[in-house]
């Protein structure tokens, strides 16, 4: 059994391959210290992953895991045939004349980095140490919060290098912080006034309005929403079922905006309360496109991080603008798939153990997540990041009685 400060170092290296990106996106230190990190933890962690293998080990959650990988990588190593001339068999008109793809090592590095994150909670609840991990992870979220909320105020949002990825970023990581807050009291068996929950919450929001992000601020509200009348959630929404009923929903979100955006009291919201235009910032022209290219590639997709360079390539727009949607274009058919198994198989793991109370804020962000998909790229590995989330365990099976949480 490793010691706590082997625990900790190792927690340190897990957050840095996945939840930073150090530098400008259009700069490559930030994946070359995500890889570097990656490299470390698996040279000290390497010999856990006999762990999955031990009859003990949940067989059906590591065959799903194993296929979510099989599925990216297959797609990332397909993704290295999609070239120009590729692209224009399929004549469409494209308003670029140049595809420039990530790099098909992207999603590989994104099928082991997902691996390592089950490999080593699986670990970590076999020696009771989750909150070690717990611990580690909101403080650097706090610390990466705090300088990179300094640095903005300082040179501009536009301008901020600490963290790659701009507003979007920024903001949601503030709004991670509040899950990790939670998992960090919750798998030390901390008793914490809801008040401080809101606090963080309250945080988020004031970022979002500063980055004037509105997907972050709905992120917000829906996890305000959550905390406000959580033994609702506790009991009714934070179910597979409920769930998968909603990101179906969430999905066919492309399909159905038309009709919902009429509705003069949604119209209200969107414009008013949002500060958005009627045309949600161009996203009705994107939905328009998505039926067309979506079946360009249904079974493998383009490759993961392509969503952005084929939407650019064919139509000069940023995504898809929805998270299944983008998914299905980057991972195909068979990677959605994946996804969602997996995600319902941790969280029936959730109900089987009886550990909704220790991981119901990761809940709250993974609700965030959906309902953010309907306008934005959230359903992707950050989803399947906190999915694994789900699967930390504290030293109790019940972190709060019912009144201490739920009052």
């Known amino acids: 059994m490793i010691n706590d400060r082997k625990v900790i170092f190792l927690s340190i290296l897990l957050f840095h391959t996945f939840f930073v ?13 995500q890889a570097v990190c990656l490299f470390f933890f698996i040279l000290n962690f390497n ?21 979510y990988i099989a599925a990216i990588i297959v797609t990332s190593l397909l993704s290295r045939s999609i070239d120009l001339s590729y692209l224009r068999s399929f004549r469409i008109i494209s308003v670029k004349d140049e595809y420039t793809p990530a790099s098909y090592s992207m999603g590989i590095m994104t099928s082991i980095v997902v691996f390592m994150y089950f490999t080593f909670i699986e670990y970590l609840n076999t020696i009771n140490k989750t909150y070690l991990m717990a ?16 640095a903005s105020f300082a040179v501009g949002i536009d301008n901020l290098q600490i963290i790659g990825g701009g507003k979007f970023a920024l903001s949601y990581l503030h709004i991670f912080l509040v899950a990790f807050y939670y998992l960090r009291n919750s798998t030390s068996n901390r008793t914490v006034p809801i008040k401080k929950y809101y606090g963080y919450i309250l945080f988020a929001v004031v970022i979002s309005i500063y980055t004037e992000c509105t997907t972050a601020l709905m992120g917000c ?29 969430c ?17 209200y919201f969107i414009v008013e309360v949002l500060g958005e235009d009627h045309t949600l910032t161009g996203r009705l022209g994107i939905y328009e496109t998505l039926g067309e290219v979506m079946l360009l590639r249904p079974i493998w997709g383009f490759g993961v991080g392509n969503g952005h360079y084929i939407m650019a390539f064919l139509y000069g727009t940023a995504n898809a603008q929805n998270g299944v949607a983008n998914l299905i274009l980057e991972q195909g058919v068979l990677g959605l798939i994946s996804v969602i198994a997996l995600w319902i198989t941790c969280m029936n ?17 993974i609700l965030a997540l959906i309902i953010m998909s309907m306008a934005e790229i959230t359903v992707d590995t950050r989803f399947v990041v906190f999915t694994s989330l789900l699967l930390l365990s504290s030293a109790r099976s019940k972190v709060y009685t019912k009144k201490q949480m739920l009052a």
């Not at 990106?21 to 210290?33: E, F, N, W």
């Not at 033994?231 to 929404?237: E, I, S």
Request: proline share 4%.
């Open 221 to 249: 509200m829906i996890v305000a929403i959550v905390f406000m009348f959580r033994k609702f959630f506790h009991d009714k929404v934070f179910r597979p079922k409920v769930l998968l009923v909603l990101l179906a929903i």
């Open 21 to 33: 990106y150090i530098g400008d996106l259009g700069s490559v230190v930030g994946r070359v210290i």
């Open 135 to 150: 611990n580690v992870f909101y403080k650097l979220c706090l610390f990466y919060c705090i300088i990179s909320d300094l």
């Open 47 to 67: 010999i856990r992953i006999k762990l999955w293998f031990k009859p003990s080990s949940n067989k059906k959650l590591f065959r799903l895991l194993l296929f």
């Open 349 to 365: 793991e959730v109900t089987h153990k009886n550990n909704m109370d220790t991981v119901f804020g990761v809940y709250a962000i």
């Open 251 to 267: 999905a066919l979100f492309p399909i159905l905006v038309t009709y919902i955006i009429d509705n003069p009291y949604v119209s």
